[in-house]
Nanobody, 122 residues
Framework: QLQLVESGGGLVQPGGSLRLSCAAS????????IAWFRQAPGKEREGVSC????????DYADSVKGRFTISRYNAKNMAWLQMNSLKPEDTAVYYC???????????????WGQGTQVTVSS
């Protein structure tokens, strides 16, 4: 079974940057599209970005477009989310997810990581 582990979260000031990592094990990532979701306290889970299994296509929520970049390198079974120009409203637990179907910012994902906390505050 595919397992995902996120890392790289932390406390950052507004305008700062973080890079989140998603490491996969148990199966090769090239069978899956990958997405990043986030969930803030009291709010529903929100799709942030997703990337196709070959890395050729990606999508972003309007709220992060131009600031976040998703990437992957299947040979290392890893994906990343580079987050720049962070805002307090980006504060959330960020999750990596994988699907054997086409990626989307909504919908069902079969595999999830444990989440990593991102806090943007001065």
């Amino acid at each position: 079974q595919l397992q995902l582990v996120e890392s790289g979260g932390g406390l950052v000031q507004p305008g700062g940057s973080l890079r989140l990592s998603c490491a996969a094990s148990g199966s090769t990532l090239d069978h899956y599209d990958i997405a990043w979701f986030r969930q803030a306290p009291g709010k529903e889970r929100e799709g942030v970005s997703c990337i196709s299994r070959d890395g050729a296509g990606s999508d972003y929520a309007d709220s992060v477009k131009g600031r976040f970049t998703i990437s992957r390198y299947n040979a290392k079974n890893m994906a990343w989310l580079q987050m720049n120009s962070l805002k307090p409203e980006d504060t959330a637990v960020y999750y990596c997810a994988a699907t054997p179907y086409n990626c989307a910012l909504t919908g069902e994902y079969a595999y999830w990581g444990q989440g990593t906390q991102v806090t943007v505050s001065s």
